[in-house]
Each structure stands twice: as C-alpha cells, then as structure tokens.
C-alpha cells in the first residue's frame, strides 16, 4: 500500500480556500492509501506566535480534519512535535543541505525580503519540511502550485543522502491537487483567499455559522454588468462564485451558467451561500462533536504513537548510514 503525507500549519482560520483546495481533495486519499496526515506545529514557530493561541489552533485544525470526514481508523492524524523524530532527523538533513539551494526558495525570500531579524527557523524550515515526508518514506505528497519548488527540493536532498551515504530514502512524488476553481478572496477576486486577509469579508471561514456566510457573500466584489458568464480575466468575482457554487453543489460551471441566465447577482450570491452552509453544517456538526468529547485528543495520541512506529526506522538507518554510534 503506498503512502501519502500532508502536513498543514495551525494558522490563521481555515477557510473555503483550504477546504476546497486541500481537506475535500485528501479524504478520498485514505480509502487507497497509508496515510499521514500531520499538523506541523513546529513549522508554525518560524514566526512569532502566541503561545495559547497556537495550542488552540493545533487541536481546532485537529476537530476540522475530523470534521471534514477524516477517518482515524484509516488515516493517521497527528501533531509534528509530538513526534521528536522530526526535529533530530531535520538536524541530520541539515547537514546535507547547502547555504545556496536555501536561500532561493521562494517563499523564504518573500517572507524574509532582506530583513536580518528573520529567524533562522525560516530559511532552514524547507529541510524540516522534507524532513516530514521523507522520514515516512512517502510516495506521494498532495501539494498546491506553490508548493511544489518544496518537493523539488526534498527529491534533491534525497538523492544526495541516497548517493553520498547510503540509500535510505523513498523519493516521493508531487500530486498537484487539482480543483475545478481557484479560489479567490470575496473582497478582492484577483488574489487568493488566504488565512492572513486584513478583512474578515476575504474570506469563509470553516467554522463561519449561517448568518456570517450569508452576510458575507453578499458583500462579494462582483461588477456593474449584472451578466453571468464564467470569464475568470474579466469577471473575476462572479467566475469565483460559479467556482465556488460548483465545487460545493458538484454542479459544472457551464450548467450553473446556463441556469442563471437572466438573474441578477443576488440570486447567484444567495444561491451560492447557501450551497456552502449545506456542506458546512455536518462540518461543524460533526467538529463540535469531537471538540467536546475529548476524541481529539485520543485520536492525536494515537495518530502519534503510530508515526513514531514508521519514523523511528528511518531515523535509524539514517543515524548508521552518517556514522553515530547505535543507541543501547
């Protein structure tokens, strides 16, 4: 059976963006294969957090997975520090890593921009990351577009431990999910919606309740042609409600296009929302079960004394191969 790793930050609040683009694509990956799915809480501390804030987060992203209908008894679901595995193995992989490959990674050079207050947490953490999933030996990564220069790189160290010491690491490979949209932010149609926004109206949150949805749908950037078309260069805002529609009703855009013609926006605004509340609301429902029965934290320890089982093989091979002594 192959297996399958996905690590996610406990930042920020989770919204449609990630559930579309990240949550909804993984579930199906747990009926074929092993699979890891890590909150990487460690990756969390390249920037400062509030310590209380993130705990909470870890275990919110935790009811959310559950939520979305992550199945315990067929996935392994658990947080990045609980396994010390991660860390020892990031520090053996750092020593193959080189200064250069670092230091063009994009995201690093977009968050640091120069800045000598930028930790070292931040230029070293695309090690920890493929640390992450080479420890589980996995043969598939789901990843967004923008993560895939990560993979690249952990294919890189991969092949140079493998050839210069021994060879220890399975060399996975990118699954570059695929949606039927790219969502964008409500306010602002021509960038994505992201968990950092300034305005709460960017984006729907996953634990949003109705009222909140519909609220903010209807304050959705549109245009002032009030004409339906799925045309994402000229009409940004509606193409990412018939995206969204689509996504949350299963109904192609063409149909939705097709059905809308002759209504204004609102209807498509009113409509879309409440596509989105019906696939919500077992979610949530199912999120504040878990939350509240302490299953969260039975299904951490459980996902946690099972990736300690697979990492601890890679780790040793990886501490023979480098030449330290074997523990006792």
């Known amino acids: ?30 009926e074929e294969a092993e699979c ?25 992203l935790a009811g959310i997975y559950l939520g979305a209908g992550l199945d315990p008894d067929k996935s392994n679901l658990f947080i990045q520090s609980h396994n ?5 193995g990031a520090w053996l992989l750092q020593c193959v890593a080189r200064m250069g490959e670092l230091g063009r990674m994009t995201q690093f050079k977009d968050k640091g921009k120069g800045s000598e ?10 090690v920890l990351m493929a640390t992450d999933i080479l420890l ?37 490979h990118a699954q570059v999910t695929k949606t039927g949209a790219r969502i964008m932010g409500l306010d602002n149609p021509e960038k994505k919606m992201s968990k950092s926004a300034d305005s709460t109206f960017n984006q729907i949150g996953l634990l949003d309740d109705p009222d909140t949805v519909v609220k903010k749908f209807k304050r959705a950037v549109t245009d002032s042609e009030n004409v339906i078309a799925y045309d994402p260069e000229n009409k940004p805002g509606v193409s ?24 204004g926006y609102g209807h498509l605004k009113l409509d879309t929302a409440e596509a989105v509340i019906q696939v919500l609301k077992p979610l949530q429902e199912r999120y504040r ?8 934290e039975s299904v951490l320890a459980k996902g946690a004394q099972r990736a300690r089982e697979v990492s601890a093989e890679t780790l040793k091979n990886m501490q023979e191969a480098m030449g330290l002594v074997p523990r006792r």
């Open 240 to 263: 990412n409600l018939l995206g969204i529609y689509s996504e949350m009703s299963g109904e192609p855009v063409d149909s939705l296009v097709e059905q809308y013609q002759g209504k």
């Open 84 to 88: 010390p595995d991660h860390s020892e």
């Open 136 to 172: 589980y030996q996995a043969d598939t990564v789901p990843v967004g577009e923008d993560q895939t220069q990560h993979l690249e790189l952990t294919r890189d160290l991969a092949e140079r431990f493998n050839r210069e010491y021994d060879e220890v690491f399975t060399l996975p």
């Open 117 to 126: 207050s930028v930790t070292a947490g931040l230029f070293t953490y695309p």
């Open 1 to 30: 059976m192959k297996r399958v790793f996905s690590g996610m930050q406990p930042t920020g609040n989770l919204h449609l963006g990630n559930y579309i683009g990240a949550l909804k694509q993984f579930i199906p990956l747990q």
């Open 36 to 60: 890891f799915f890590c909150i990487v809480d460690l990756h969390a501390l390249t920037v400062p957090r509030d310590p209380d804030d993130l705990r909470k987060r870890s275990l919110e």
């Open 289 to 296: 079960e878990v939350m509240d029965s302490g299953e969260v």
